[in-house]
């Protein structure tokens, strides 16, 4: 038996359903129900103490559990709040007034993706959507095809 199976039992909405979204809101693990009290709990009895007494360090912290499951290495994985901050991060180190200022996105990335990328415009960003011909793929020489010297960064 594949020793994977044995977390399902960690997981309560799996006795009851298949359970398939993992990008948006994931099953929720039995212990966090636990972790949240324990959250709160910290938040009422340290108050703002809290902050130097862990929670300042735990994105990264919690970065690292991530990271030793994905293999990367300690303090190469940060957690934030959501897909558009990490996205507005990563952007932000760009000079998009600069010749090199080609954003290649996929006609599957998720909406609130192209959101982000389409403001760029604004700053100067030339925006270039490889269209999905059959709603499920994105033939990668299409990708290819659009990647050139004025290419700064490749959504997928
Ligand atoms: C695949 C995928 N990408 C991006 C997002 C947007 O994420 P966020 O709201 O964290 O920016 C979602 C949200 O569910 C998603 O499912």
Redesign the pocket.
Same mark, same amino acid.
């Given at each position: 038996m594949d020793h994977l199976l044995e977390w399902r039992k960690e997981f309560p909405i799996l006795e009851k359903t298949i359970y398939l979204v993992s990008? $948006?809101?994931g099953a929720m693990p039995r212990r966090t129900a636990d972790a949240l009290q324990e959250f709160a709990q910290t938040w009422a009895s340290r108050g703002v103490r809290a902050w130097e007494e862990g929670w300042w360090e735990m994105p990264v912290s919690v970065g690292d559990l991530v990271g030793s499951i994905i293999g990367a290495g300690r303090g190469e994985v940060v957690m934030h709040?959501?897909? $558009?901050?990490?996205?507005s991060l990563v952007a932000s180190c760009f000079n998009w007034h600069s010749s090199r200022n080609k954003l290649i996105t996929d006609g599957l990335?998720?909406p609130?993706?192209d959101y982000i990328y389409y403001e760029l415009e604004r700053q100067g960003a030339r925006i270039c959507q490889v269209p999905s011909p059959d709603g499920i793929t994105v033939p990668l020489e299409r990708l290819l095809d659009a990647i050139d010297e004025q290419t700064q960064l490749v959504s997928v």
């Open positions: 990008h $948006s809101l709040q959501n897909v $558009s901050i990490c996205q990335n998720f609130s993706n």
